[in-house]
C-alpha cells in the first residue's frame, strides 16, 4: 500500500503559526478596526491549516492528467474557497461597521457593555436596582454615556474626537 | 426527473431553497413592499406545510437527499431525522408568526420614529436568508454544510442586529459580530482538524470513524466543536455577550434571535455529541458543571436587571442550561426532555419578546421604573405577558413544568453528586426565575405607574394577533404534551440507535471504501472509480 505523505511542510506550519498568533493577538484589540485585522490574518491560517489537513501537495485532481496518488486533495481547496468567500463577505460588513460607528461616536471602540456598568454601579451602591431610575443618576442617557467612555484607548488622539455629532442617533 | 418522479424526499432541501428563492424574490421587488411581504409570508408559511410534511414523514424513515445526486460519502446530503423536522416545524411557525408581528409593526412605526421603523426592503430578504440558514443547519448532513449553515444564519443576524445603524445598535452590534466571528473561526479549526484525522466531514462517515481515532485528538476535535457551538447557545463562560447585544435590536428580531439562534446551538451540539462520539463521561461531567454555571449564573444576572428586555435575555441564558442538563445526562429519556424543552423553550422565549414589543409600544418604555399599571390599562396585554411567563418560569401544569419534570426525574434516576447538585440547580433557578418574572411582573402590571404612562398608543391587532398565536401554541404543547413527548422520545432514541448512518448508508458500504485517508490502492492495482476515492466528499 502507498501512502499518502500527511507530513506537513514546514514552512507552511510556521506560516499557520505566526497568522494565527498575530491574529488572536489583534483579536484581542478594542479597536474593531485592529479587531478586523486580526480576524482576517486568524481566517488565513485556518485556511492554511485546512490545505495542511489535506495533505501534501500534488498534480491536478482530474483522472488521466495526475495518477492518483500524485493528488493534491480537492476537498479541502473546495472548503478553503468557502471559507474565503465567507470571510471576504465578513470583511465589507464589519467595515462598514467600523465606519458607522466612527461616524457616530468618533472613534470604533468595542466596548464593554455599558447597562453592566450601569447594574454594577447601583450594585455597588447597595441600591436595588429596580428602585433607581437611571435618568435620576446623572441626567445622561446610555448612549450619551457610550459616546464619551473610553475602555482602553487613549482619549487625547487628536481625531475627530468625541464629537457632537447626533446624525441617526436613536435618543 | 419529470415531475411525476417526485418522492417524500424531494421535501427535504426545500425548507432550504425556498426561503432562499424567496429571499432572491423580496430583493427584486425591494421597491413594491406590498409585493415583497407576499413572497415572504408565502415562502415561510410553505416552509411551515413541508416541515409538517416531514414531521409526519421522518417518523416512519429518516429521509436522506444526495445533493447533486451524488451518493453521501462523495457528495454533500440533507438528512431529516425526527429532531430535524421537530427543530424545522417549530421554527418555521415562530419565523412565519414574527414575521407577521414585524409587518404590522412596519406599518404602524414608519409614520412615527423613522430610526425604529423596520427598512422593510432589506428587512424581508434578510429575514429570509436567516430562515433559509437556520433550516439549513437543523438538516445539514455534513459538518461543512453545517458550518456553512452557521454563516449564512450569521451573516443575516449581523444585519437585522444593525438594522438602522443606529449609535447603541453598532455598539452592541459589534460585540455580537465579534464574539460570533471568533466562534466561527473556532468551528473551522475544529472541521480542520477533524478532516486531518479522519478523511471526511459527512456526519455519518464520521460517527464510523471518530471512535477508530486516536482517544486525545478525538478529545481536542469534540471540546473544539463543544466551544465552537456553546458560543453559539450561550452556555455559561461564554455567553456574556448575549445579554448585551439581543436587547438593542428591534422587538421581531430580538424574539426571533432568542427563540431560534441559541437553539440552533443547542440542536449542533446536540446531534454532534450523540452522533459522532462515544460516551465519555468526562465530558458528560464537564457539561453537567457548564449547565450547572450557565443555569445559576444566567438567573442571578436577571435578578439584578431592571429592564425586563435584558432580563428576558439573562433568563435566555439561564434556561440554556436546562437543554445542556438533558445532552448531559446522556441518556434517552435526558435527551428527550431535553428536545422536549426545546421545543417550549423556542415558543415562550419568542412570545416574551414579541410581549414585551408591545409593552414598550404601549407603555412607552422597557424599564421597569416607568413602566406601571399596565394590567389596568392593558388587560389583554397582561394575560399575552402573563401565560408564558407562568410557562417560563415551570407552574404546573404548563408544558415548562413537563420539561423540568422528566429532566429532574431522569436526572434523579442517573444518581450521583453530580447529577442530584444539577437536579436542586434547576429547581433553585426555577424558582428565581419565578422571582424574577414575578418581579416584572409587579413592576410593570401590578403597581401604579410611577408616572403618568402618557401613550394613549393603541396596539396594532396585526401584532396581537401573532403573539396571541405564539401564546396559544405554548398552551397547546401542553394540552398536547402526551404526543409530543413522545414523539420527543422517539427522535432521542433514534439519535443513538444508529438509523441515522443506515439511512444515509443504506448499503453499508463506507468502510470499504477507504479504511482512512492514508491509504491509496497500490501503483499496480486497478483503479475503479470507487477505490478512487479516498478523502472525497465532493465540493460543499
Known amino acids: 500500500m502507498n501512502v499518502i505523505d500527511t507530513t506537513p511542510a514546514a514552512v507552511l506550519v510556521l506560516a499557520i503559526g505566526v497568522l494565527v498568533t498575530t491574529g488572536v493577538y489583534l483579536l484581542l484589540e478594542r479597536s474593531l478596526t485592529r479587531v478586523l485585522i486580526g480576524f482576517i490574518l486568524l481566517g488565513n491560517g485556518i485556511n492554511l491549516l485546512l490545505l495542511v489537513a489535506g495533505g501534501r501537495a500534488g498534480g491536478a485532481p482530474i483522472l488521466g492528467t495526475t495518477p492518483l496518488w500524485h493528488m493534491s486533495d480537492p476537498l479541502v481547496q473546495a472548503m478553503i474557497l468557502t471559507a474565503i468567500v465567507i470571510t471576504l463577505g465578513l470583511t465589507a460588513f464589519v467595515l462598514a461597521m467600523a465606519y458607522r460607528s466612527w461616524q457616530l461616536h468618533g472613534h470604533d471602540e468595542v466596548q464593554d457593555d455599558v447597562e453592566d456598568r450601569r447594574i454594577a454601579r447601583l450594585a455597588a451602591k447597595n441600591e436595588p436596582s429596580f428602585e433607581d431610575a437611571d435618568a435620576v443618576e446623572s441626567g445622561e442617557t446610555l448612549d450619551e454615556e457610550a459616546a464619551r467612555t473610553r475602555d482602553e484607548t487613549d482619549d487625547d488622539i487628536s481625531g475627530p474626537g468625541p464629537v457632537t455629532r447626533t446624525g441617526g442617533e436613536a435618543t | ?540
Not at chain 2, 111 to 121: C, F, L, N, Q
Not at chain 2, 177 to 201: C, E, K, N, P, Q
Not at chain 2, 250 to 265: E, H, I, S, Y
Open chain 2, 1 to 540: 426527473m419529470s415531475w411525476t418522479d417526485l418522492t417524500a424526499t424531494d421535501l427535504v432541501p426545500l425548507p432550504v431553497v425556498l426561503p432562499l428563492l424567496a429571499a432572491g424574490l423580496a430583493l427584486v421587488f425591494a421597491r413594491r413592499p406590498r409585493v415583497q411581504r407576499v413572497v415572504s409570508v408565502v415562502a415561510l408559511a410553505g416552509v411551515l406545510a413541508v416541515g409538517i410534511a416531514l414531521l409526519v414523514l421522518t417518523d416512519d424513515r429518516t429521509l436522506v437527499v444526495d445533493v447533486g445526486n451524488w451518493a453521501a460519502p462523495i457528495g454533500i446530503d440533507l438528512v431529516a431525522d425526527r429532531l430535524s423536522a421537530l427543530m424545522v416545524t417549530v421554527s418555521s411557525f415562530v419565523l412565519l408568526c414574527v414575521l407577521l408581528y414585524s409587518l404590522a409593526q412596519g406599518v404602524s412605526e414608519e409614520a412615527e420614529e423613522e430610526t425604529e421603523s423596520i427598512p422593510v426592503s432589506i428587512y424581508h430578504p434578510t429575514y429570509l436568508v436567516l430562515a433559509a440558514g437556520v433550516c439549513n443547519a437543523f438538516l445539514a448532513g455534513d459538518l461543512f454544510n453545517l458550518y456553512v449553515g452557521f454563516e449564512i444564519l450569521l451573516a443575516a443576524s449581523y444585519v437585522l442586529l444593525t438594522l438602522g445603524g443606529t449609535g447603541e445598535r453598532i455598539r452592541a452590534g459589534s460585540i455580537y459580530v465579534v464574539v460570533a466571528l471568533l466562534s466561527s473561526i473556532v468551528f473551522l479549526i475544529a472541521i480542520a482538524l477533524t478532516y486531518a484525522a479522519t478523511g471526511t466531514v459527512n456526519l455519518a462517515q464520521l460517527s464510523e470513524r471518530l471512535p477508530d481515532v486516536e482517544p486525545g485528538t478525538r478529545l481536542a476535535i469534540q471540546l473544539l466543536l463543544l466551544l465552537a457551538f456553546g458560543i453559539k447557545a450561550a452556555m455559561f463562560p461564554v455567553s456574556a455577550w448575549l445579554p448585551d447585544s439581543y436587547p438593542t435590536a428591534p422587538a421581531p428580531v430580538t424574539a426571533v434571535f432568542a427563540g431560534l439562534l441559541t437553539k440552533v446551538g443547542v440542536y449542533a451540539i446536540l446531534r454532534t455529541q450523540t452522533l459522532l462520539f462515544p460516551t465519555d463521561p468526562r465530558i458528560d461531567q464537564g457539561l453537567m458543571w457548564v449547565a450547572l454555571l450557565t443555569m445559576l449564573v444566567g438567573i442571578l444576572g436577571a435578578v439584578a436587571q431592571d429592564d425586563i428586555k435584558r432580563l428576558l435575555s439573562f433568563t435566555l441564558v439561564s434556561h440554556i442550561g436546562y437543554m445542556l442538563f438533558g445532552i448531559a445526562l446522556a441518556t434517552q429519556p435526558g435527551t428527550a426532555a431535553a428536545i422536549f424543552y426545546v421545543v417550549h423553550h423556542i415558543t415562550v422565549q419568542t412570545a416574551l419578546f414579541l410581549v414585551v414589543g408591545l409593552v414598550e409600544l404601549r407603555g412607552g418604555s422597557t424599564s421597569l421604573d416607568r413602566l406601571g399599571g399596565l394590567a389596568k390599562l392593558a388587560p389583554g396585554l397582561a394575560i399575552l405577558f402573563f401565560i408564558p411567563a407562568m410557562n417560563l418560569a415551570g407552574i404546573p401544569p404548563l408544558s415548562g413544568f413537563l420539561g423540568k419534570v422528566g429532566l429532574v426525574e431522569d436526572g434523579v434516576r442517573t444518581g450521583g453528586f453530580l447529577a442530584y447538585t444539577l437536579v436542586v440547580g434547576s429547581v433553585v433557578t426555577s424558582l428565581l426565575t419565578l422571582y424574577a418574572i414575578v418581579k416584572a411582573w409587579n413592576k410593570a402590571f401590578w403597581q401604579e405607574a410611577p408616572q403618568e404612562i402618557e401613550t394613549d398608543a393603541r396596539v396594532p391587532r396585526g401584532m396581537v394577533v401573532p403573539t396571541g398565536a405564539l401564546v396559544a401554541f405554548g398552551l397547546a404543547l401542553t394540552v398536547f404534551a402526551g404526543p409530543l413527548y413522545s414523539y420527543a422520545d422517539r427522535a432521542a432514541a433514534a439519535l443513538r440507535d444508529g438509523s441515522y448512518v443506515e439511512a444515509v448508508f443504506p448499503d453499508g458500504h463506507d468502510r470499504g471504501v477507504g479504511e482512512s485517508n492514508e491509504t491509496i490502492p497500490k501503483a499496480g492495482a486497478p483503479a475503479g472509480p470507487a477505490s478512487a476515492v479516498d478523502t472525497g466528499e465532493g465540493t460543499p
